[in-house]
Structures are given as structure tokens and as C-alpha cells.
């Protein structure tokens, strides 16, 4: 069974895609940001090619680059455009397969549409990357529940931060979930600093249990 997960998270800004760059290099996965919002900057799947050291051929191009960095849903209105459901479709492919949502579950692709709809009928294993630090408790349990709602798989959470035992302990006992690890912050972001940090942090195992 080939390997493929959806990387989502908690919030915007929390390092799923360092996490996800991190993933997709140790299982020398191909790597597809459905949708991105804002092009100025650098991409997510940019940031993914930089620190991941996987080939070029292995950053699949996104559905939608739109060019305001807001919600995906507006940034289609400001771009003449509305997202279409039916683009939204996992690439082909032989090989592991990494797919990153873009900001939390309920971040509206139209409006009448939000990510955790489109995982819903993916069905593929999703991994939530959650903070740290003060407010992730809630954040994380909220997302839990809106995956199990919708029946999606979820493999467990990715923390991203410092260590605080009893939060991510607190998640995983009224969440019921497996943690899967903690991937703390870096201050230099290099290829090699995080691909250590992943393998110092997370079990290859634990991650292959739950595959689609």
C-alpha cells in the first residue's frame, strides 16, 4: 500500500509546513499544496523544495496559485475565479505522497466549502500538527472533533514547539489520539537541521501504521 497523508494543522502559522517538508524528505514522498494563497513571498511548496532536499519532479505544481495571501475562498474572488471541488483530486503517481492543507480544517475553499469537506472525501490519513504553546488545547480537541465528525482517519498529532508535557499529555487524553511526536522550533532552518530533528522525534513506525 503506497504511503500518502495530508498534513493539516491547527491554525495558520504554526510550522506545518516545515513538518510537512520534513515528512515528505524522510519518506522521499512527491509533495502537493492543493491550493496556495499568496505568490509574493516565498510558496509553501518553495519552502518544501528548500528544506526538504527532494528532487524537482517531486514538488507537484498546486491547483490553484492565487496571488492574495487571505483565505483561499477570497483570494479566488480577487483573482475572478471560484475553486472548483472537482480539481481538488490527489495526483497520480507511483511512490509515498504528502499533501498539505492550507491553514486549519475549516478554512473555506468557496463558500460553501471548507478543507475538511475535501479530506472527507479523499480519505486519506490525516496528520494534525498542532502548537505548543497557550490556546492549543482547545484549538486541537476543536480539530479532532471536526475530523472524527466527518469520519476522516486520523493518524495522530505532530506538536511543533517547546516541550509541554501536560498539554500534549491533557490532548491525547480527552482527545483519545496518538501523539506522534513533537518536532521543536529551530533556529536555523536548514535542510539538515530538520531532517535531524524528524528522525531524533518521530517513530517511522508509528507514522506507517495508519496509510492509504
Not at 20 to 49: F, H, I, N
Request: contains cysteine; hydrophobic residues 45%.
Amino acid at each position: 500500500m503506497i504511503a500518502r497523508f495530508v498534513v493539516t494543522g491547527t491554525d495558520t502559522g504554526i510550522g506545518k509546513t516545515v513538518f510537512a517538508a520534513a515528512l515528505a524528505g524522510a519518506l522521499d514522498a512527491r509533495y502537493w499544496k492543493p491550493v496556495q494563497s499568496g505568490l509574493e513571498d516565498e510558496t509553501d511548496s518553495e519552502a518544501v523544495a528548500r528544506l526538504s532536499g527532494l528532487p524537482a519532479d517531486h514538488i507537484l505544481r498546486e491547483a490553484y496559485r492565487l496571488a492574495t495571501p487571505v483565505s483561499p475562498h477570497l483570494s479566488a474572488r480577487l483573482d475572478g475565479m471560484e475553486i472548483d471541488p472537482a480539481r481538488l483530486e490527489p495526483p497520480a503517481g507511483a511512490g509515498p505522497l504528502v499533501i498539505e492543507g492550507a491553514g486549519g480544517l475549516m478554512v473555506p475553499l468557496t463558500n460553501n466549502l471548507v478543507f475538511a469537506d475535501v479530506f472527507a472525501r479523499w480519505r486519506i490519513p490525516v496528520i494534525l500538527c498542532a502548537r505548543t504553546s497557550l490556546g492549543t488545547i482547545n484549538h486541537t480537541l476543536l480539530s479532532i472533533e471536526a475530523l472524527r465528525r466527518r469520519d476522516i482517519p486520523l493518524c495522530g498529532v505532530a506538536f511543533i514547539g517547546a516541550e509541554n508535557a501536560d498539554t500534549q499529555a491533557t490532548i491525547a487524553a480527552i482527545g483519545q489520539v496518538k501523539v506522534l511526536g513533537r518536532l521543536p522550533l529551530l533556529e536555523n532552518l536548514t535542510r539538515e537541521n530538520i531532517s535531524r530533528a524528524f528522525r531524533e522525534n518521530f517513530e517511522f513506525g508509528s507514522l506507517m501504521e495508519m496509510r492509504a
